[in-house]
Nanobody, 114 residues
Framework: QVQVVESGGGLVQPGGSLRLSCAASGSIFRFNSMAWYRQAPGKERGMVAIITSADRTYADSVQGRFTISRDNAKNTVNLQMNSLKPEDTAVYYC?????????WGQGTQVTVSS
């Protein structure tokens, strides 16, 4: 059974930084895409950043501030978030997919506030 577990959320002041980490386990197939999504209150869940073996893609709103990285040997994906803004406040979800399907973590809260 595949498990996806996030960590690293919390409260940070505007302009600050946070690093989110995610570990995926239990898959006999390699993970293709790994990504971070977020959902703010009253809004739909949206893609923040996605990383494959060939590319990285960012939402326009985080381009230049966030960096996604992964360790294929450990099946982990990280999201370094710099220059955080109040509008980055949301629950952040880790996503991973393989040949059998796609999987979500339980989410971690990020709050940007003074």
């Amino acid at each position: 059974q595949v498990q996806v577990v996030e960590s690293g959320g919390g409260l940070v002041q505007p302009g600050g930084s946070l690093r989110l980490s995610c570990a995926a386990s239990g898959s006999i197939f390699r993970f293709n895409s790994m990504a971070w999504y977020r959902q703010a209150p009253g809004k739909e869940r949206g893609m923040v950043a996605i990383i494959t073996s060939a590319d990285r893609t960012y939402a326009d709103s985080v381009q230049g501030r966030f960096t996604i990285s992964r360790d294929n040997a450990k099946n982990t994906v990280n999201l370094q978030m710099n220059s955080l803004k109040p509008e980055d406040t949301a629950v952040y979800y880790c996503y991973a997919d393989n040949a059998l399907g796609h999987y979500w973590g339980q989410g971690t809260q990020v709050t940007v506030s003074s």
